[in-house]
């Protein structure tokens, strides 16, 4: 895999694949925009707005499964581009639903496909790229995908407050159905321009297409080197005996999952998955209420209160107002959040180019440390904007997705890796639904625990990294051909 080099050619589909990345995070974050502006049209309420912000990532965890069990039995390639056009479908068609059942529906169908862009193009990248690029290229990737954060308030802010009003009939068309337009075409956009790329190589000689994955090396090598393909110096690729027997559904089906289930890899498998659910139950799960909370702080005239204290009072000023349904965002949400989200994002791609000399299991514990401590922090925050910079902060988890991913890339064979990232990120997407499902609920009934649970969560996974085990590349024999993929 080192032969065929490291050129523009990888970076090129590295970017296409961090566009699905970026899509399948605007999907389930742009819910903090879209629910709030919604509430009036489909007569939303605070409990329903809570379940409907935790839709995306219920089917994320519902179909996890299957859609790993498909990316290691037909394809990298096509069952993404299959899984991203379908969310991105049914994304559109959900902004054109005139009540809340049939949104819902829409909406938990296109979650339902968005499990396999979350998570398939991790092992993706990690398959067209030498090993010794494969963390700072994965950390890149995902610091890429931070930018999925930063455009979900900068295209609320551009969409939301225009004032139009299309009769559609049942409804009125508005300026938040657009928004949900524009957050579906994200996908479809990947997914065109993935169709003009390679399938996995590794993948083709795990199912004994060694003469199509050769064609693919000879290209990647041509384009990368700038030589002909036939300058290739590998002329055959071998696979390992057994590999290209061909089995039933359900004996394929036993064959992707009891060995994850077992030792060695079961630890492997919980332990990454513990460590998404510590990232994604703070990144989706809080973070989903952060416009909220901004907006009763930010907009609040009480000074020398903590946030929560600030938070608690608006709390009880909203329920005497809820005679008049008010959907509308304040501007200085709209500016915190793109500010704080695009400098998060700016942070996000310096720090993870340095990945290669701080390692991937040092940026996680500085990554869960840090975030930890801000949560808890908030706690004795007293002025506004502090509490704005801390809070705003939570989209820096998003560094620790790509490192944890890379261990499993790094961990799991070939033939089991597609299953083993989408059951890691099923486990660790079960945090967003806990975690917007019990900040939803905490930050009314007791404020103060919401950012000590999550912080400390945080601290324990941080400890937990320490666990994870040496990475591969310090051992790596140096080798001047390869013959085995």
């Keep these: 895999m080192q032969i065929k ?62 859609w790993g069990f498909l990316v290691d039995t037909k394809g990298r390639k096509r069952v993404i581009i299959y899984g991203s056009l379908a969310a991105g479908g049914f994304g559109v068609i959900s902004g054109f639903m005139p009540e809340l059942i049939s949104f819902t529906v829409c909406k938990f169908i296109t979650s339902l496909c968005l499990a396999c862009p979350a998570a398939a193009p991790y092992s993706y990248i990690g398959e067209i790229l030498p090993r010794r690029h494969r963390d700072i290229m994965l950390s890149i990737t995902n610091a890429l995908q931070i930018t999925g ?30 928004l949900v337009i524009v957050y579906s ?9 993935l169709s003009f790329g390679p399938e996995s190589p590794k993948y083709l000689v795990s199912q004994g297409q060694n003469e199509e994955a050769l064609k693919i090396l000879q290209t990647m090598y041509a384009k990368n080197k700038s030589k002909s393909p036939e300058d290739f110096p590998v002329k055959q690729l071998q696979v390992a005996d057994g590999e290209r027997e061909k089995i039933s559904f359900l004996k394929s089906l036993q064959v992707q999952t009891m060995p994850l289930l077992k030792p060695p890899y079961l630890k492997w498998l919980f332990l990454n998955g513990f460590l998404l659910f510590g ?46 349904c008010i959907d509308t965002i304040d501007s200085i949400t709209y500016i915190i959040n793109s500010i704080a989200s695009v400098s998060c994002a700016i942070i996000a791609v310096a720090v993870s180019s340095t990945v290669k000399f701080i390692g991937k299991k040092n940026l996680l514990i500085i990554i869960f440390c840090l975030i930890g401590v801000f949560c808890i922090l908030i706690n004795y925050i007293t002025e506004d904007m502090l509490f704005a910079v801390l809070l705003s902060s939570v989209p820096i988890m998003g560094l620790g997705i790509g490192p944890v991913n890379a261990y499993a890339v790094e961990i799991f064979p070939t033939q089991l890796r597609g299953m083993a990232v989408s059951l890691s990120m099923m486990l660790g997407r079960t945090g967003s639904v806990v975690g917007t499902n019990v900040a939803g609920i905490l930050l009314r009934a007791a404020c103060e625990a919401t ?12 400890g937990l990294t320490l666990l994870l085990p040496k990475s591969r590349e310090e051992h790596k024999p140096k080798t001047s051909k390869i013959t085995r993929l």
């Excluded at 523009?8 to 502006?37: D, H, Q």
């Excluded at 979900?152 to 159905?177: C, N, Q």
């Excluded at 075409?185 to 321009?193: H, K, P």
């Design 451 to 462: 950012f000590y649970l999550f912080g400390g969560l945080l601290l324990v996974c941080g």
């Design 185 to 193: 075409l994200f996908f479809i956009l990947a997914a065109f321009l």
């Design 5 to 66: 080099g490291l050129g523009w050619y990888n970076f090129k589909y590295c970017l296409v694949l961090a566009l699905f990345l970026i899509a399948a995070i605007i999907e389930p974050v742009g819910y903090s925009f879209i629910v709030p502006s919604a509430k009036c049209d489909l007569n939303m309420t605070d409990a329903q707005r809570g379940f409907i912000s935790s839709v995306p990532y219920i089917g994320i965890v519902v179909a996890s499964f299957p």
């Design 279 to 324: 990232i994604f139950s703070v990144l989706n799960g809080l973070y989903m209420w952060v416009p909220d909370l901004l907006n009763r702080v930010l907009t609040g005239s009480q000074s020398g209160l903590t946030a929560c204290q600030v938070i608690g009072q608006r709390f009880n000023e909203t329920v005497s107002q809820d005679e008049v």
């Design 149 to 178: 954060s930063a455009l979900v308030p900068l295209l609320g802010w551009l969409i939301l407050p225009l004032d139009f009003r299309i009769d559609f009939g049942a409804y009125y068309f508005r300026s938040w159905r657009l």
